[in-house]
């Protein structure tokens, strides 16, 4: 018994070629194979498997693919988000609140803490999920950080650059070199990617750069939180070092723009974050209309944006950034995907993992169009239904 027959969808969202953006599908069938999807066609056309499901014309969409998340932490922030809704403004600086408390916490304790996220967002159609270290802010806590984000997804992000602890504010430098030499070493076998919080109150453009480029060097692929609370040069140094990403861009130029225009970095949105911080939020359109590949993501941490919801950032997307809930599927799943340069997630087709969601619901469009509500039926992971 290896193969399942997911059948009479009513809509099928592939991302895969058509003449529209979501290469949607109706009456359609797909066919997986243990951890693989094996075919996609028209339900009359459909293969018989071993077995089946009648999905009775609900939507199918790829599973979500969150490509920004800092799930290993420990404690909360609800009273400063408090704060902030009675007035007080964000600053970032509230990360080391969430330092103390990470680094008290014991293994078993984080791990309970991420897993329990990592369910919630699954719960909530997320099939793939980057996860960032950045609340130990020292070489052992940042390495027990990725150790366990990998226990959990294997797109992990040293962040080790997220601010400068409290110990090391009177020398940056001196802390940019331990995440360069002695951390970047330590954390080295359990990430895939170097990160950098490039931004006034954290790291300027040079000790971005010095952090990236050692990353780099050290094998790691490059993602960048940039832009964020005001102009800053974290856009062009993505570009410049052939980063995936360049996250949060809610603060952009002229030649930040142009600059994503003509290259490979993804212009990843974060909305969340400027609901959660009660900012202005990033102008989606202009993104969109300049040709550039826009990803979604939540990046779901206590400070500032405390949400694992998917369905909630393409309704925040569509409501708030004017994206159309096609662009807003779309950069949920596809764009994703691209920010973490993979083409076998966020896409249906034949080869691509069987990473699948069944909505109640006859098509995509409700999921912006019935915020809050709970849409997912079914979430498929490595072609495991549940
Ligand atoms: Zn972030």
Redesign the pocket.
């Known amino acids: 018994m290896t193969t399942l027959l997911i059948d009479n969808i009513g809509e099928l969202v592939t991302n895969d070629g058509g003449g529209d953006l979501l290469g949607l599908r109706t009456k359609a069938a797909v066919l997986v194979d243990r951890d693989r999807i094996a075919w996609v066609g028209p339900s009359v056309h459909a293969p018989a498997g071993d077995r089946r499901i009648d999905v009775d014309g609900a939507a199918v969409l790829p599973g979500f693919v969150d490509s920004?998340?800092?799930l290993v932490f420990a404690g909360d922030r609800a009273a400063e988000f408090a704060a902030r809704m009675a007035g007080e403004p964000y600053t970032g600086g509230g990360i080391r609140t969430t330092v103390g408390a990470t680094r008290s916490a014991s293994d078993d304790q984080l791990r309970l803490a991420t897993g329990r996220l990592v369910d919630e967002a699954r719960r909530q159609g997320t099939t793939t999920i980057e996860i960032?270290s950045g609340y130990g802010l020292t070489v052992e806590d940042e390495a027990r950080s990725l150790r366990i984000a990998r226990e959990f997804t294997e797109e992990t992000t040293l962040?080790g650059a997220h601010v400068v602890p409290a110990e090391h504010a009177d020398n940056p430098w001196r802390y940019v070199s331990m995440v360069c030499g002695p951390m970047l070493a330590a954390a080295r076998p359990y990430a895939k990617w170097m990160d950098v919080?490039c931004e006034r109150g954290a790291f300027d453009e040079d000790q971005a750069r010095t952090i990236l480029t050692a990353g780099r060097d050290a094998g790691l692929g490059l993602r960048v939180?940039g832009n964020q609370l005001g102009p800053g040069p974290g856009v062009q140094l993505a570009v410049e070092l052939g980063a995936a990403s360049v996250?949060?861009c809610t603060h952009l130029s002229d030649a930040d723009v142009d600059a994503l225009a003509s290259n490979v970095t993804v212009a990843t949105l974060?909305p969340g974050?400027e609901f959660s911080t009660r900012s202005p939020y990033p102008d989606a359109r202009r993104l969109l209309d300049a040709g550039i590949t826009v990803a979604l993501a939540t990046?779901c941490?206590p400070g500032?944006?405390y949400t694992s919801s998917m369905p909630f950032c393409i309704a925040l997307a569509v409501r708030e950034m004017r994206m159309t809930p096609a662009e807003a599927v779309r950069a949920a799943t596809a764009g994703g995907a691209e920010a973490l340069r993979r083409d076998d997630v966020g896409v249906v087709r034949a080869g691509a993992r069987a990473d699948l969601i069944v909505l109640d619901a006859p098509t995509h469009l409700h999921l912006a169009y019935r915020p809050g509500v709970p849409l997912i039926r079914h979430v498929m992971h490595d072609g495991v239904l549940r």
């Open positions: 920004h998340a800092h960032k962040l919080f939180h996250d949060h974060l974050a990046d941490n500032s944006s």
